[in-house]
Every structure is written in C-alpha cells, then in structure tokens.
C-alpha cells in the first residue's frame, strides 16, 4: 500500500470520500480562549486518564489547521498511523479568524460594489449593507466557532486526535498536555510534522496590551461595526479588512509605514486599491508610523511618528505575522524556540531526518492554498521516505514543493480584487532574468466592459527574454481573482508564449485579456 501511495499521492486531497478506519479522539474536551466559545464540546471524547500514557504512531501531526489535516490525509492514505495532536479548533487559523471569515465578510462587499456598476442594478443596491446579515452570513461561514464538522473529517481519515498542546520532549517525541494536566506521549516512529501556522506580530509599544487592540482574529470575528477605525499596515489583511469595515459603516484611517499599499505587488496593483479605497471614503496616511497607542474611557488614542493625534473605536495591527513556534519544545532537539524553520523541498527540517515543518512555520509561502500545497508534498515524501522508496526531489518532482519558489497565486479580495502569480518585474529582475513586461488597460478588453461599467483595472505579464516563458503575471480589476489560475497554470508548465497564442479565451470573457497581453509583447 505503501508503494501505491507513492505514485498515487498527489491525486487525493483533503476531503476525498474514503472507507478507511476512523479514527479516536482523546482528551476532555478543548478550553478555547475566544469571545464566541470559553468551552467546545465534542461527543467523540474519551476520558484521560490520570497517569501519562504513551502511544506509538507511524506520523505525529502538530496542529490540525488546513495544513495538519491535510498532511495526515495523506500519510492515512498511504496506510500510516497518525496522531493529530490540536489545542485550540480543529479546522485552525483559515477556517475561524482569517480565510474564510474574512471573506464572508467581504463577498457582500464586493458584490454590491459591482452591482453598483451594473445597469439595471444600481439605483436597487445605493443603500446600505444589511450588517446584521453580513455578520450573520461571516458566522456561519465560521461554523460559529465551533469544530464539529472538522472533527468528523478528520476522524473521516482515520487519524487519532489529541486535544491539548503539543511539545516536543526529544526526538520522534511529543507530550500532548490538556487544560485538566493530564498527559499523553506520543512517538513517532518515522515523521513528525510541524504545522502549527503563524500569529499576529504586535509592535513593541508601550502598554499596547492594556489598549486591546485588534489582530486578524478580531477584525475577522468582531459583533459589532466600529464607527471608527485606525488600521496600521499596508499589506493583505490591512487592505482587505478596510475594504470590508468601510464598507460596513467604520470611518477609516490607514497608516502605512511604507511608501503605499500591497507593496509586494506590482506598484499599480496597490496604486489601483488605495484609489478605490479613497474614493470610498477611506483616508490613506503613507510613510506613517504609529508612536504610541492608549485607550481612554473606551476611546482610542493614537500618536503618529509626525505628531498627529488620531481618535478611534478601534485599532486593528495588521503589521506581520510570527511563527506559533515558541512553546512546542523546540530547544530539546537544538532549534531556537519561536524561530521560522528551515527546510529542503521536500519539507523536511534542515539537520532532523525525521522532522517537517509544514505551512507558515517554515516561512515559505504563508498562504493557506501553498500550505495545502507544501502538504500534499510532504505527506507523499514521508510515505516514500517510510516505505523504503526513492523521493523524487528534483526540480517539479512529485516530492518537491518547486512552485513555492517560482508560481505562488495571491487573491486580495478587495475592491477592485489583486491578484498575481510568480514574479513581480522587479523580482524578476532582482533574481538575474532577463525579462520583458508588458502592461494591458483592461477596459480595453470587450469582457470587462460587459462586467460592468466603467471599468477601471490593469494587467502586467514578465516575460523571461531567453527562455520565451512567462516569469509572473499581475491583474487588478473586478473579478480578476477568477482568472489567475490560468497564469499559474502558465508559470508551473513553463507554457512557451508562443504555445500561448493556441490558448483561445472565450468571447467575451475578461480573459481576452491574455491575446492582448500577447499583442503587446509581439509589438513591443
């Protein structure tokens, strides 16, 4: 079974219908520290016993966020033991406090945005979002904090769950702690993977605790609209959460330490966001640094770096992420406790055969789609590794994470959406390639005038000169979120451009777009 496995790996994904044993739940159940559930219950639970047990698994898992499950899907697959082992929500930080909250927040957002821009719908949609429902809408997409759902898939798989924090104590070994003190050990016979994802990173500021600022998780989860909000940072969850709590009713107010927004993008996909933002009524202060923060009689009080005094409801930090790798015994095995983990293509832990780091632990690509991704491919190097069988390692092998360095796909699901695969020109350039970009207005493309009016967006390919292949390809615009798949499908085949010109977009899509980007480079 372990052979199939190995040529079969990669055809599965997490929540595939299997017939495999179910797996088992230990622990009481999980003390969860936030404003929507103090206590989850969980009817699969099994008494723990007062003295330490040990248990032996093939694989143990450290974290059952997206990335966890899938990795323990895999290993299941392949016919491994596996234990799960998670101290807050099965389902982690995608499923309760960032991907999917936040964009039931902002589907209502965006379509009312283009429904605004639509004929026949504009003077139906000019009043305001039903907030009540929005929030209602974000709390079921949520599963209203609770893991049920996730519970039964994983026990789907036939992994075993241990509810309660997990530390390493040696190699292959973990004791999993609950909120009663009751252990559990654990060992792993052939792979522990390390999937425990990334927070919030807070700045060093004075008293910042005591003024209960937001993070992610509670712009993603609050019950009510602040009727103002200070925002600090320029990035993905700093736009996308302005876009939706403007929208909402906040008056807004984003400080950006940089020179503007998105700046991991092409310029003008950050240029075109912080426009429409503006234009909703948003304020965008750039080269902006927050100096000190209080909280007055429920009031806000923030002091920029120029001396400005600003007055909020709230303030959400949206200023970096840190790796959740301070408390999992890492210095028991010589790793530095709350460092990013470094690891080979296969996801393996430079200098620890039989260790993974898996997702944002390892500072890749921290995004929830290349953390699945990274899964997939660990899981199969594992049960290669277990049965004895070569890993193929190799550039784009089927044991190699290749895409995390040269096709990663992002989606801001703002107003008007960003999105990019591969590299930026800038990029590009910096890494030694000889490239060409070529830019395309996509009001030009019959499509988007038909999405609707007035439309306003942009589109950049970087085309590598010596190799003929696309490098990276930038779309900002209503709707562009939906075609990005078919760069990455272009940048991970290495598609030639001239294979491109076959690829005939239907008329009349926004992916017409892709003839006349290939119009601009053949004119250039």
């Not at 622990?27 to 099994?46: K, L």
């Not at 596996?82 to 995608?94: P, R, S």
């Not at 609050?222 to 403007?246: D, H, N």
Request: aromatic residues 6%; proline residues 5%.
């Amino acid at each position: 079974m372990l052979l199939m496995a190995c040529s079969l790996f990669l055809v599965w994904g997490a929540g595939f219908g299997t017939t495999r044993p179910a797996g088992r739940v230990f622990r009481a159940p999980t003390h969860v520290v936030t404003e929507h559930t103090a206590h989850q219950t969980d009817v699969m639970t099994e008494t723990q016993p007062t003295q330490p047990e040990s248990a032996a698994y093939d694989v143990v898992v450290l974290g059952a966020g997206p990335v966890g499950e899938n990795v323990a899907d895999r290993t299941r697959a392949a016919g491994l033991t596996t234990a799960v082992v998670e101290g807050e929500l099965v389902g982690g930080e995608c499923s309760y406090w960032a991907c999917s909250p936040s964009k039931a927040l902002l589907r209502p957002v965006i379509t009312r945005a283009d429904a605004r821009r639509t004929p026949g719908l504009k003077q139906a949609v000019q009043g305001p979002l039903d907030t009540a429902a929005v929030l209602a809408h974000r709390d079921a997409y949520a599963s209203h904090w609770k893991d049920d759902g996730q519970v039964q898939w994983l026990d789907g798989t036939g992994a075993d769950l241990y509810r309660g924090h997990g530390r390493l104590t040696g190699p292959r070994t973990l004791t999993v702690t609950g909120p009663d003190g009751g252990e559990r050990v654990l060992t792993a016979r052939h792979a522990v993977a390390v999937c425990t994802g990334s927070r919030a990173k807070l700045p060093d500021l004075p008293g910042l605790a005591e003024v209960r600022p937001w993070t992610s998780r509670e712009a993603t989860s609050a019950r009510s609209v602040p009727g103002r909000l200070v925002v600090v940072g320029g990035g993905v969850v700093a736009t996308e959460m302005a876009c939706a709590w403007q929208a909402l009713g906040s008056r807004v107010t984003l400080l950006v330490r940089g020179g503007g927004l998105l700046d991991r993008m092409e310029p003008f996909a950050g240029e075109l966001v912080a426009e429409a933002l503006t234009e909703a009524g948003a304020e965008i202060r750039t080269g902006t640094s927050v100096k000190s923060v209080t909280r007055e009689n429920g009031t806000v009080h923030v002091v920029t770096d120029g001396g400005d005094r600003i007055e909020a409801d709230e303030i959400l930090f949206a200023t970096g992420r840190a790796p959740r790798t301070d408390d999992i015994g890492l210095e028991t095995i010589g790793l530095e406790p709350g460092s990013w983990l470094t690891v080979d293509d296969t996801l393996r832990v430079t200098g620890h055969d039989w260790l993974y780091a898996v997702g944002d632990a390892n500072h890749r690509a921290l995004l929830t789609h290349q953390g699945k991704y990274q899964a997939r491919i660990a899981g199969a190097a594992i049960a290669c590794r277990a049965a004895g069988e070569p890993v193929r390692a190799d550039e784009w092998g089927a044991h190699a994470a290749t895409a995390d360095h040269a096709a990663v796909p992002q989606v801001v699901f703002t107003d008007p959406e960003a999105a990019a695969v591969g590299l930026s020109l800038a990029e590009a350039e910096r890494a030694g390639h000889r490239v060409r970009a070529v830019d395309v207005d996509l009001s030009s493309v019959a499509g988007a005038s038909l999405y609707v009016d007035g439309y306003k967006g942009r589109a950049r390919m970087v085309v590598d000169l010596e190799e003929e292949i696309l490098r990276g390809l930038t779309l900002v615009g209503p709707g562009v979120g939906e075609l990005i798949h078919a760069a990455t499908v272009a940048v991970a085949a290495r598609v030639p451009v001239d294979r491109l010109w076959h690829a005939v977009p239907s008329y009349p899509t926004i992916s017409e777009v892709w003839l006349r980007l290939l119009e601009a480079y053949r004119d250039a």
